[in-house]
């Protein structure tokens, strides 16, 4: 009867192994129109005239002034326009949206702009515009750095990130009702739906959002979807008919959200057993043209900037500053994977200065129970580094290897990393996320606005509502995400959907459990009718986090995770090929450890392409490989063997004690991999590690 | 044009170059077999014509005729591949799925690791990192 801690069969499995699940282009409505997206060529300027005589030729033509509401695309701030009416800040900004029934007299459409063109600020410490800048202050960092024995500089750099969901970015726009119904692909309906009430001037009972199956998110579909969501919703009230725009692969890779690209700074005290005194770190991200969600990628990056370890004088200065490409966002990881990239491969290299092991290096200054982080958060029981850390050491026979591979063309390498679960600092006060569940005749309905988008959703929340009821995991549905039936559980988004929305629904479990007061819901629903209990997210006492100074309790909860990474150089192409990662994560409880095993080695692979193959070629600020003949991520030949292990500490903040999966996977392969490289006696200190840039150390630059 | 797809006889008509992927999913009402790349990267949109895979958005219908085209609808949900990806998780977003298990298909049984990793490295996946669906292949 219990299904958590089981690997049940996954409610979605059967419709996506025969092919029968429906994702947005699987769909179509009566009248349907095609959207197409007509975007500036440059990166900087003005738009002087806009030319085309395509209303005549039977198109439906919408611009910025056609915009119902305001011209944003409501977010954190309020600067980037839904359509650019006077000014372009980046390549493939959208400027114009034609729609017309035939799909390949759309694509022949031909639209003229002229533009003045100025001089793009490319290069993000050229920039004189900050997004958005913080600082974590801890201790007395001059004093200690100022007695500090030994200091360890170092600059590291990471690059873009593509997302390459298979399913790109999609939509369907439908006018009815005196409003809008939005059908997408998307990880966060209520994201949407404010921006639609913004850009369409309409109430949000009359905007109402629907997820369909969606093929893959990674955060790409996170804040994406309010942009093209827009496009299409403009054109169809225009147009007065359905409109569908789904992008071609190219479109999505050019025009679509990145991974920020990172510089970040070291500046390190330490005593000559290896003891950390002082850290100070200086970030910056790249955000692009526009903010969306640049300072919040900036805050979980700077909070993860210090790894998990122990120091008590600690500096983090981080900013997200413009440059004229297209803005860069929400990414698996969302700034952590950037900044505890530095932090393990400057351990790596505060280890070789000091001529001590990397991994007695780590043990020495790794977290434990008591101590505090950066922000001056103490560490819970479940506080896992040193375990995580000694069981990948030990599974993956490091010691041994590392003396063994000495000298040869093979490597292996250490990272040790974090993640906290759910919004960081006040985050999910400010959410307030609610999630419901509903008594039917077969049993219960789960109402959550959380998305399945691969990770499992649908399944794992089941497990929790099925296991408190004392129900069978069978008897438990989940209604489609629809913002008409679903309240607001906050977006799908931030390793929170099993442990802040779950912990939630579990509460709702819990009461139901009572008003049933032993009958079966079939038999309750006989002899009471409907039932609907709903609950809001209610912040532990003792989770406290203030704002204004960014000290606190920047996370209810951490995932722990540890990586060891082989690897080999091939001596003629410097290809680095990866041969196997061993990967211990501690996550509180596996609610379904096959799914938990998901996330790891799909994360795990994500983070070796994004080490060593996925490489965003810009040029003039455009992404100039957008396609995946050139934009190359893991094949089944590029994987390495993994070796997957699942820690279990559980925490009292997460449904059976279970904590954040999603993110931490992708932190832990580039520094390991990295670290691995270095073990050939290569100075690597940047990603993709890509074969010029192995041959450039190897051979010199010049 | 006349063809065998999934065990039937049938007619269509439609432009001898309109994409195999634009045929199926449009004149035949065929949704299952996705489209990810358009340019024959991802395999996606992977069926198999005379038992062979092929990437369905870079083959000119008129090259299927006569052939037998075999898409996921046609395993009916009964192959055991289907059931092994859908217990061991070979499937989380979904949208490689059809793709992977119509290339898995043409593996044959009980293939090796090594021929696994080849004969699937046409295939992407982004969900899995393809450990789970080596797993379900190899239960299968």
Redesign the interface.
Known sequence: MQSVGQ?V??K????????????I??LSFRGLLHGRTIRSTIPRGRILAVRHQLEQRGFVVAGARDVPGRNIVALIEDDQPCLAEHEVRHTAEPILLLAHEDRDVLRAAQVEIDYETATPVLDPLASDVIHKSLRIDKGDVRDAMARAPVIVDGEYRTGHQE??????NGVIAVPEKGGITLYGSLQCPYYVQKALTVLLGLPAEVVRIVQT??????GGKEEYPSVIAGHAAVLALKAGRPVKIVY??AEDMLATTKRHPSIVRHRTGVDHDGRLLAMEIEIILDGGAYVTLSPVVLSRGAIHAAGPYRCDHVRIDGRTVMTNTPPNGAFRGFGAPQTQFAMEVHMERIAERLGIDPVRLRELNALRPGDTTATGQVMDLDCSALEVLQEAVRRSDYARKRHAYAGTNRGIGVSLFFHGSGFTGSGEVHLASKAALQLTERGVQILVASTE????TRTMHAQIVADTLGIPYESVHTAQPDTAVVPDSGPTVASRTCMVVGRILQRCAEEMRERLGGLSPADYWKAHGPLVIIKQYEKPEDVRWDDAGYTGDAYAAYGWGCDVAEVQMDPDTYEIRPLRITTVQEIGKAIHP??V??QI??????GVGYALIEHVAMRDGAMANA???NYI?????D?PQ?D?VILEKPSRHGPYGAKGVGEMPIDGPAPAVVNAIRHLALDVREIPALPEHIMEVVCGSG | MRLRLNGAQVEVSAHPMKRLLDVLREECGLYGTKEGCGEGECGACTVLVNGAPVVSCLVPFAHVEGTDVLTIEGLQGQHPLQRAFAEEGGAQCGICTPGMIMAALALGPKPSMRRIRDGLAGNLCRCTGYEAIYRAIRKA
Do not use: C, N, W
Not at chain 1, 601 to 606: A, I, L
């Open positions: 690997s069969t996954r979605d499995g059967m419709a996506k192994v025969t092919g029968t699940a429906r994702y282009d699987d997302h390459v969901y298979i399913e790109t199956e969606t093929g893959g998110g990674f071609d692969r988008i691969g990770q499992g096959s799914l095993a998901g080695e799909g994360g795990t692979s994500q396609q995946l003949t991520i893991p094949t089944t030949l994987t993994m997957v």
